[in-house]
């Protein structure tokens, strides 16, 4: 045992007699981490400093924090506070580590061995949700040389006598062909006979976890009714049987970790540990972004953390028992993600440090100790007309820029606007902008294109046409 893991194992046991108040007990059985940590991410321009955010961090009591890249600062600020430290390789960064030794050694050296063990890490993450469906081309090239960069980067841990770390991998729940019932789950086809089962041996031999990031916000707000809102917030009275194990399903989150053990189990690997290495609920978003609201996103994560942290614990159906360490995503709303709104509203605290709701993320809180929320008001799908225009205040240069973006994707985008076409008057970039922005958005919405543009756009359920000049609509 090196002497990092004698100083955590002292360290535990000298929490013992306080177990009842302290986050520790919660630690997983010989893997000395946390079940409930928090990502860190931080992609936003108006976040407070590293050096405050671990103190939010400890204050919050959480003991175990996730990073998106290896941050000189963030690591050794991180150094002997008692916070368990999870890194991330950068997706670029894999093909090079897989192919080239000296630069796979360096780079343990300098993101892990220059801050090890005073910084406690315990897990390193290559890569993020590398095995989407969606991946680009460049994507994919990294799948072959995923598993192998694992390889090395444990074997460099092992010659330097580190047998603490986890080497493991975040994938996204579309790694899944089906997901209902948890049951008759498999991986997807392209990825089933390829590239999982290497990884399921190095997870397996690693005695490593299977990281997956589960959000039931996503599959619940693609088909929103009342009663699954409530299976999705682990409040519901009714429960699902699985036709094929029998398994009987309380909540949303269980049947999507279940569905990864059946997969697991399909390819002769049933005894992967799951880690759950992103999962949370917006807290706002758009309007055609329905239940994200801060009523959901407190009744999620308080229940998720009670649920993540019961004594004895809870496992899933497949799993009854088992432990399944979680990281909340996230830390802060992180303002210079794009997407649809929700991306931006993901925090337990807002970019300046106030919480967004109560929560007690060491589990131990009630129902009834929580100050009553403000009641979910958008939990039904929108229905009827929406606009995408220019935001108040946008910036007018970017406006200038986004309004180009949305008229140079073709296909007539912008033939309204030209001179003495019904949309030309006003001759002002505001309302060229919004134009171009509504016909933008109708017409490549069903591809998965947003009402951002760079922060600087919104939606609108307020016609924002007039008499001679119609503005093309989305319709719910
Ligand atoms: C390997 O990486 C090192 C940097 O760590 C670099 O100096 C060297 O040129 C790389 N080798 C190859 C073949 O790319
Ligand atoms: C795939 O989709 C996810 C979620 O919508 C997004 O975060 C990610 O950036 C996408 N990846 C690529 C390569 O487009
Ligand atoms: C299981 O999945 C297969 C195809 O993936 C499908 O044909 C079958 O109906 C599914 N079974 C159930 C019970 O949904
Ligand atoms: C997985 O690991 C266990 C324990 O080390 C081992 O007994 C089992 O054979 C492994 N499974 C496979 C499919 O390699
Ligand atoms: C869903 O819940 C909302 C608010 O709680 C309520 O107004 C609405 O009538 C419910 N819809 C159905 C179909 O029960
Ligand atoms: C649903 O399942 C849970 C636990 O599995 C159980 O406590 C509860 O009584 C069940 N509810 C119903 C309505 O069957
Ligand atoms: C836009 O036009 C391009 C070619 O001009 C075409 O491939 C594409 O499908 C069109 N998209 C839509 C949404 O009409």
């Excluded at 088909?223 to 299976?231: F, H, Q, R, V």
């Excluded at 949303?252 to 992967?272: C, H, N, Q, R, W």
């Excluded at 799951?274 to 972004?289: A, V």
């Amino acid at each position: 045992m090196g002497s990092a893991a004698a100083a955590a194992a002292a360290f535990r046991f000298l929490l013992l007699p306080l177990a009842v108040v302290s986050p520790y007990i919660a630690l997983v059985r010989g893997a000395d981490i946390p079940a409930i940590g928090i990502n860190y991410g931080q992609l936003g321009d108006d976040l407070p400093s590293p050096y405050r955010s671990i103190e939010l961090i400890k204050s919050m009591q959480v003991t175990s924090v996730k990073l998106y890249d290896p941050n000189p600062e963030v690591m050794r600020l991180l150094a002997g506070s008692k916070i368990y430290v999870t890194v991330m390789v950068p997706n670029q960064e894999i093909v090079n580590i897989n192919t080239n030794h000296s630069l796979a050694v360096r780079w343990v050296q300098d993101n892990v061995l220059a801050y090890y063990p005073q910084t406690m890490i315990r897990l390193i993450m290559v890569g993020n949700e590398i095995l989407s469906h969606n991946a680009s081309a460049e994507d994919m090239q990294i799948w072959n040389h995923l598993v192998p960069a694992m390889y090395k980067i444990k074997n460099i841990l092992r010659a330097n006598n580190i047998q603490n770390i986890k080497v493991g991998t975040p994938l996204a729940m579309d790694i899944l062909q089906t997901t209902s019932p948890p049951s008759n789950a498999t991986f997807r086809r392209d990825v089933a006979l390829t590239v999982m089962p290497q990884l399921l041996r190095f997870l397996n031999s690693t005695k490593s976890y299977f990281f997956i990031d589960a959000y039931p916000y996503f599959p619940w707000s693609a088909n929103p009714t009342n009663a699954s809102l409530d299976y999705a917030l682990f409040k519901s009275q009714r429960n699902y049987t699985d036709p094929g194990s029998g398994l009987v399903y309380s909540n949303f989150l269980d049947e999507m970790l279940d569905s990864v053990i059946f997969a697991m189990t399909k390819l002769g690997y049933p005894d992967i540990r799951l880690f759950i290495s992103e999962t949370g609920w917006p807290h706002g978003g758009d309007i055609d972004q329905p239940g994200a609201n801060i009523y959901n996103a407190a009744i999620y994560n308080r229940n998720l953390v009670r649920r993540m942290t019961a004594k004895p614990p809870i496992g899933t159906p497949a799993r009854p028992g088992v432990v399944i360490p979680t990281f909340i995503f996230s830390l802060y709303d992180e303002n210079q993600k794009d997407g649809p709104g929700t991306e931006r509203h993901w925090g337990l605290l807002h970019s300046d440090g106030r919480p967004v709701f109560d929560i007690d993320l060491t589990g131990s809180r009630a129902d009834s100790e929580y100050r009553a929320l403000p009641e979910g008001h958008n939990n039904e799908a929108y229905k009827g007309k929406i606009w995408c225009i220019a935001a108040r205040g946008a910036d007018m240069r970017g406006l200038g820029r986004e309004l180009r973006y949305a008229c140079n994707q073709g296909n007539g985008t912008c033939d309204a606007l030209a001179p003495g076409k019904e949309c030309y008057e006003p001759v002002s970039l505001i309302w060229h902008a919004s134009y171009a922005f509504s016909s933008y958005w109708k017409q490549f919405r069903s591809q998965g294109a947003t009402c951002y543009f760079n922060g600087l756009a919104v939606q609108t359920t307020r016609n924002p046409g007039s008499e001679s000049c119609k503005f093309p609509s989305v319709t719910l």
